[in-house]
């Protein structure tokens, strides 16, 4: 029988960095060119092209113009891959996350309004997870990021509840990773397959505490496996933290929060 990690009720201890600190971080280098806003810029564009009917009207930040998510405090009681959407019976609690391949999911990008009846059905949605690897170009990276977001900005506008997957790619993708996310808000990562590497697994752990400093959250949900050593930070500072087992051996629709 599937188990629920519950809130760990310690104390907030202390105070979070704002992003203008970021930079002060313990192994934050970012590029020269770079420039910390402890106050984003927020425009309201009206927007052409092929993505019109999803984008226009979203609110973006940052000088990425990336779309904002708002912030939500549902916690899942279980995760159930987009891929297997179908094949599911969808309970109260049950939420859609795309922690699989990217062409398992590349056409909630290419056509959005197709899936929005089914993803309604669902309690709520984490944002999209399209691939950020260390040795992407920086374009890339951004344009991974930017559909990862304006896919959960778009469904929140549709009315959908939406957790903000943060995925980073080392020290450079910080400000834009994180300035669409939102702060005191539960956000979603996955550790999927990325902590294997000792060297990764110091980057994820120094990740963890950036987007705790920056976002101060107020739960993670954390997909894969979740050792306490890279939880320390979050459970120090009073994040609630829900940890959900990587369902990609086994059907998500029989994987509940451990």
């Known amino acids: 029988m599937a188990s629920r990690q519950e809130e760990v009720p310690i104390p907030r201890q202390g105070n979070l ?9 313990p192994g934050f280098t970012p590029r020269p060119s770079r420039t910390a806003h402890s106050s984003p810029v927020v425009n309201t564009k009206k927007l052409r092209g092929l993505e019109a009917p999803i984008l226009t009207g979203l609110t973006v930040v940052g000088p990425e ?31 859609v996350h795309f922690y699989e391949d990217d062409y398992r999911f590349r056409s909630i990008w290419q056509s959005p309004h197709r899936h929005l009846p089914r993803l309604r059905q669902f309690t709520g949605v984490i944002t999209p997870d399209f691939s950020l690897y260390s ?27 939406v957790i903000a997957n943060v995925r980073m790619s080392g020290t450079d993708s910080a400000f834009y990773t994180l300035a669409a996310a939102p702060r005191h808000s539960t956000l979603a990562l996955s550790l999927h397959g990325c902590i294997s590497d000792p060297i990764n697994r110091k980057e994820v752990r120094q990740e963890i505490r950036w987007i705790c400093d920056d976002r101060a959250p107020s739960a993670l949900v954390v997909y894969g496996p ?30 509940e929060a451990a």
């Not at 113009?65 to 297997?84: G, H």
């Not at 939880?231 to 994040?239: A, I, N, S």
């Open 65 to 95: 113009d990336i779309p904002q998510i708002s912030q939500t405090t549902s916690v899942p009681k279980r995760l159930i891959a987009f891929s297997e959407r179908k094949q599911c019976t969808p309970e109260h609690g049950d939420w």
């Open 17 to 25: 960095f704002s992003f203008s600190e970021l930079e002060e971080l």
């Open 135 to 161: 040795n992407m170009p920086a374009a890339m990276k951004k344009w991974s990021t930017f559909r990862n977001y304006a896919i959960g900005a778009w469904l929140q506008r549709e009315g959908v509840d």
């Open 226 to 255: 979740a050792p306490d050593d890279l939880l320390t930070y979050p459970l120090e500072h009073g994040v609630n933290v829900y940890r959900f087992p990587a369902d990609s051996r086994h059907r998500s629709s029989h994987r």
